[in-house]
């Protein structure tokens, strides 16, 4: 099944983005990469869909605070996984993600290791049946 997966991840950041594809080369999965959140929802818009959506909130244009609006409040993506990958750590930054729909947060990872872990268990989630009660939102490592 892993290599059916793919996953999104749209960050202004080359040096994230290529953080997050060197990470995802040891899981095989299939990753497509965004400079910019317009990019990412024209792309959300053809068929087929990302497994998981991983958005950085600090963005030029529109935020990843938007693009979580605009993939919730829309009925034909309102059902994928999003997942912010940031370095921010307030409370409120993360509170405010979650309460705009995010189903997970994971503060960015400094080592491939570690990045690659945080993927294996965001890929590892049933977000089929998914309750945000029953998992912690804030990744652990």
């Not at 912010?84 to 750590?89: D, F, G, Q, R």
């Not at 993927?119 to 490592?141: Q, V």
Request: charged fraction near 25%; hydrophobic fraction near 45%; charge should be negative.
């Amino acid at each position: 099944m892993k290599g059916k997966i793919t996953l999104f991840y749209v960050d202004d950041d080359m040096d994230d983005l290529d953080f997050f594809e060197e990470a995802a080369k040891g899981i095989e999965v299939n990753v497509e990469l965004f400079t910019n959140c317009d990019d990412l929802i024209a792309n959300l818009h053809n068929a087929p869909y990302p497994s998981i959506v991983f958005l950085d909130l600090n963005m030029p244009l529109k935020s990843g605070y938007a693009l979580l609006q605009e993939i919730k409040q829309s009925q034909k993506l309102a059902r994928l996984p999003l997942v912010v990958l940031s370095t921010a750590i307030e409370h409120s930054i993360i509170e405010e993600c979650k309460k705009l729909g995010a189903d997970l947060y994971i503060r960015k990872p400094t080592s491939i290791k570690e990045l690659t872990n945080a993927i294996e268990f965001a890929i590892s989630i049933k977000w089929a049946d998914f309750n945000l009660s029953g998992l912690k939102f804030l990744y652990k490592r």
